[in-house]
């Protein structure tokens, strides 16, 4: 049996999304760009997608940009953001447990001659409120906060952080790397007074490759990519015309049964983490409890054994997960974001990441505690000296 | 310019007395195919001390990238062929004469030196030619040709000054059965044609040194095959995959390289249960080596090769390598890299092509369970009677290990 849960790196496709993409592919095959007919039924089928998104979302289509996923989206918030207000700031606050995709894209404004802030994190990953507070000053052009993080599953509190920002000053940007939480965690852009906000298909089973930005009306953008001008010269580059239309499709289908869904894999999580926690000695659940965590991400440190080594012994019982650090003795390289919410190296390099989806099965989840316990009193008997 | 020929010089081959034409045989069977790889068509030529392929419609860079990568090849010189004009009624065949060997040289100058720039009037390039008369029925000496020819290039271009001491062009002009022209001569890898002296079986890890070392005894035309100990799930799918892509470095020299891959997890651990801590590694490497040992016999290999460089680490001390050397019976173990520091054989493995790979950080079996403090200087009496601990199963696992390898034809 093959057990997937790896959910929080990729998802399914979803059957009809991949039938979509592939009828749009082979008939609705036109450059959106294009004068005639062909062109223009491509066109409208993006603008059916846009409005797919815009419903979750509750904005307007014209505030969606399609970009190829989520490393685009958040690349181009926060240089799009940073290029385009430089004049009026050069202050950026983010995390310390943000997604490359958005501690890269800092990194690199840090080179342009921007000052970032990167603030701390508690225990269960939430990102310290009075740090944020002391940190706005009058040179802040944006704030960049993620709203689940992908390694520990932890929910940050996006609305308290949209009202402290604009409380301090409205003309200040917020962006919220959404990728984990679209679609799982439910998210009120206006009430949370969000700018931007970043969104992936392939983490909503949709495809890879593509994905979107929200960009609330008003707020400017200087783009990463230049070319035929295409989406309002935000983007150029003929659009992923399947691509998008599979991402809308997938963000409805997410959307339509998101409750029902957040619950049953609120329900396998609590049912994993208590089975863990009940007949395995020296394990560690990260971040926060059940309740308050996101539904569908496990952090599991299992001390005396490698997550690597744990990983590949679980896929030689057919079940996939991530370990929650890259880790190899030569090349020790422990996630900063686990090391962020206080974990020791030792630790950190013992982590694991479990990540269902509305697909999982309680079947699963039981076979994949029973491989847990099957296989780490093995591997703790041999361990590393 | 397009050179229709490319001629291929080999030193050490060249001095191999009555083996010798076994040896240019191997040259030439190798060069031959790797050029079936290549776009265009070859034709390989030999005459006394010279091969050369005669190359039409190819491309130039990965033809030359090709030979590069047979051992054997000292230098590569895109030359002009002018052929022996042939025997008719009575007068013998000859070489033609200074002028028309003038025409052509000054062609050659046109066309790789002036029109591509590398020499101007403003920038001139100083020359010598230098002619090799093999062909002693040929009317003049070799010095005047050399003065003719120089004079000739002199009056036609005034983008070249002689310096007969350290010319930046040394063009050479060979009368044999042919007439070669060329100047430039790109390196070869040297060493021996493959196949030329057997075969050898190289444990590989996922390493820097073990490639650098089945790369240094390739070069020696020796074929390679190669043994990597696989430990899942302590190692990755990954940790294999940079293995074989590894084998495919060594096999872009050799022609192919057949690996073996043996599940070594049960040994392993079997050896930890039983055996002390520190002597883990050096334990974990005799069975390698006995392991490599019998792939070697069954595929008549010649000798086992390793990446161990003295005292890099604690399994490769003296007395280490003492422990692991007695348990091969019936060949010799071969260390190319035994005297080189790590910079040594970073430098070798960069320019092989095998460092980026090299340093992709996946486990391999030797560091999984490493102690913190490995013996540094085993006794070998000790460790045999360590081992008869492992009596009761290790043959079974041998065997099993031996049932369940997998092999890889790399290429």
């Given amino acids: ?385 | 310019m397009q050179f229709s020929t490319l001629l291929i010089s080999y030193a050490e081959v060249a001095l191999k007395g009555k083996n010798r034409s076994f040896f240019e045989d191997a040259l030439i069977a190798r060069i031959e195919t790797v050029l079936l790889n290549c776009t265009g068509s070859f034709r390989v030529l030999r005459y006394t001390g010279r091969i050369y392929v005669e190359a039409q419609d190819y491309d130039f860079d990965e033809t030359i990238e090709a030979l590069q990568h047979v051992f054997g090849i000292v230098g590569i010189a895109p030359a002009i062929l002018m052929k022996r004009i042939e025997k008719t009624d009575g007068v013998p065949s000859a070489l033609p004469d200074t002028d028309c060997i003038a025409e052509e040289v000054l062609h050659f100058m046109r066309e790789v030196y002036v029109e591509t720039g590398r020499a101007t009037a403003a920038h001139p390039m100083t020359f010598k030619v230098k002619c090799r008369r093999v062909d002693k029925k040929y009317p003049l000496t070799s010095m005047e040709v050399d003065a003719i020819l120089g004079e000739k290039i002199l009056d036609a271009f005034d983008a070249f000054t002689v310096d007969v001491h350290h010319p930046e062009i040394l063009l050479h002009v060979e009368l044999r059965e042919n007439v070669f022209i060329y100047s430039d001569i790109l390196k070869g890898p040297g060493g021996m044609p493959i196949g030329s002296n057997g075969k050898a079986m190289l444990l590989l890890s996922g390493g820097i040194d073990s490639p650098v070392a089945g790369y240094m005894v390739a070069k020696r035309g020796v074929h390679i095959e190669a043994v990597y100990f696989h430990a899942p799930p302590y190692t990755s799918e990954r940790a294999k995959e940079k293995v074989v892509d590894l084998a495919r470095v060594i096999a872009s020299y050799t022609g192919g390289v057949k690996l073996h891959v043996i599940n070594f997890t049960d040994i392993q651990m079997y050896i930890y249960e039983k055996c002390p801590k520190d002597e883990l590694t050096i334990l974990m490497r005799r069975y390698m080596m006995r392991i490599a040992e019998k792939l070697a016999i069954d595929s008549h290999c010649l000798a086992l090769v390793t990446g161990e460089s003295i005292g890099q680490v604690a399994s490769q001390t003296m007395q280490s390598l003492t422990a692991t050397d007695e348990v091969v019976e019936t060949m010799p173990v071969f260390r190319p890299l035994i005297a080189l520091d790590k910079q040594e054989i970073v430098t070798v493995s960069e320019k092989i092509g095998t460092y980026e790979t090299s340093i992709l950080p996946y486990e391999d079996c030797c560091t999984i369970f490493v102690a913190k403090h490995p013996v540094t200087k085993p006794r070998v009496d000790v460790i045999r009677k360590h081992e008869v601990f492992l009596e009761e199963k290790i043959d079974a696992l041998l065997e099993r290990a031996f049932a369940t390898g997998e092999i890889i034809d790399v290429r």
């Fill in chain 1, 1 to 385: 049996m093959e057990v997937y849960l790896d959910n929080a790196a990729t998802t399914r496709c979803d059957n009809e999304v991949a039938a979509l993409i592939n009828e749009i592919l082979v008939n609705n095959y036109g450059n959106p760009s294009s004068m005639h007919a062909l062109g223009v039924k491509a066109e409208r089928r993006i603008k059916t997608a846009l409005e797919q998104i815009a419903r979750t979302l509750k904005c307007k289509p014209n505030e969606i940009l399609f970009t190829s996923g989520g490393t685009e989206s958040d690349n181009l918030a926060l240089l799009g953001v940073a290029h385009a207000y430089a004049r009026t700031g050069n202050h950026v606050i983010t995390t310390a447990i943000e997604h490359p995709a958005v501690a890269e894209a800092a990194a690199q404004l840090e080179k342009e001659g921007f000052r970032v802030t990167y603030l701390p994190v508690d225990k269960e990953g939430i990102v310290s409120l009075s740090a944020l507070e002391e940190a706005l000053c009058d040179d802040t052009i944006l704030v960049s906060v993620m709203q689940v993080n992908n390694e520990l599953g932890s929910v940050q509190p996006i609305e308290e952080i949209g009202r402290i920002i604009k409380a301090r000053r409205s003309d200040i940007f917020f962006h919220v790397d959404g990728i984990q939480g679209y679609g799982k965690v439910p998210l009120s852009l206006s009430r949370a007074q969000v700018d931007l906000y970043s969104v992936s298909a392939h983490k909503i089973h949709g495809p890879k490759g593509a994905g979107f930005l929200y960009v609330k009306k008003g707020v400017r953008l200087l783009p990463l990519l230049h070319g035929g001008g295409q989406q309002n010269d935000l983007r150029s580059g003929t659009e992923n015309v399947a691509g998008f239309a599979g991402t809308g499709l997938a963000a409805e289908k997410i959307f339509s049964t998101m409750e029902e869904d957040a619950a049953r894999m609120r329900a396998l999580r609590s049912l994993f983490c208590e089975g863990v926690l009940q007949e395995m000695e020296d394990v560690i659940v990260n971040g926060a409890g059940t309740e308050s965590a996101s539904p569908h991400i496990v952090s599991l440190t299992v001390r005396g054994v490698r997550a690597e080594v744990l990983l590949h012994a679980l896929e030689d019982k057919g079940i996939y997960v991530s370990a929650g650090s890259a880790c190899a003795t030569n090349h020790p390289k422990v996630s900063p974001v686990l090391k962020a919410a206080g974990l020791s190296d030792e630790d950190a390099s013992s982590t694991i990441r479990f990540s269902l989806s509305r697909e999982t099965t309680k079947e699963e989840i039981v076979t994949a505690l029973d491989a847990l316990q099957d296989v780490v009193p093995t591997l703790r008997k041999f361990q590393r000296m």
